[in-house]
């Protein structure tokens, strides 16, 4: 499970979460709060007592994620690829997925054009790549 599916599913039980890059921290049922954490396999519940069936919906979530490998919880990085040097919005690499084939063009990225790759994707691409400039996307 990833961390943002962890996230929805709690808030959509009704319960407040925060969230920083180390851990996740839900405010349940009266006086059950969890605190789960992002970069190992550890939970800390602040009581024990489950009081009702979302309260043990939410620990299957929790639980579900808990069992989810490290590398796993979180998204992979997407990223732009766009030409070096280039004066308008026209130079960012776009797929074109009907015809299976690449153009530059602007940052929309849409159902017809891809332009945010993962790294992976990135590797796969069937030309060098190297040239261009690989912008993290926030």
């Known amino acids: 499970m990833k961390t943002k599916e962890l996230v929805k599913k709690i808030r959509d039980l009704g319960y407040k979460v925060e969230e920083d890059e180390y851990e996740i921290k839900s405010y349940g049922d009266v006086g059950l709060s ?3 954490f992002k970069k190992y396999m550890g ?3 602040e009581d024990t007592l489950l009081v009702s069936s979302k309260g043990v919906e939410e620990l299957k979530s929790i639980i579900e994620y808990l069992e989810t490998p490290l590398e796993e919880r979180e998204e992979e990085k997407k990223y732009y690829l766009r030409l070096p040097d280039w004066a308008n919005d026209d130079c960012y690499l776009n797929f074109i997925v009907e015809s ?3 153009l530059f063009c602007d940052n929309c990225d849409s159902l017809s054009f891809k332009t945010l790759f993962t ?3 990135i590797s796969n691409i069937p030309f060098n790549t190297d040239w261009l400039i690989k ?3 926030k």
Do not use: A, G, P, R
């Open 34 to 36: 969890y605190t789960i």
């Open 43 to 45: 939970l800390v519940m």
């Open 100 to 102: 299976d084939s690449y």
């Open 119 to 121: 790294q992976t994707e």
């Open 135 to 137: 912008e993290e996307v």
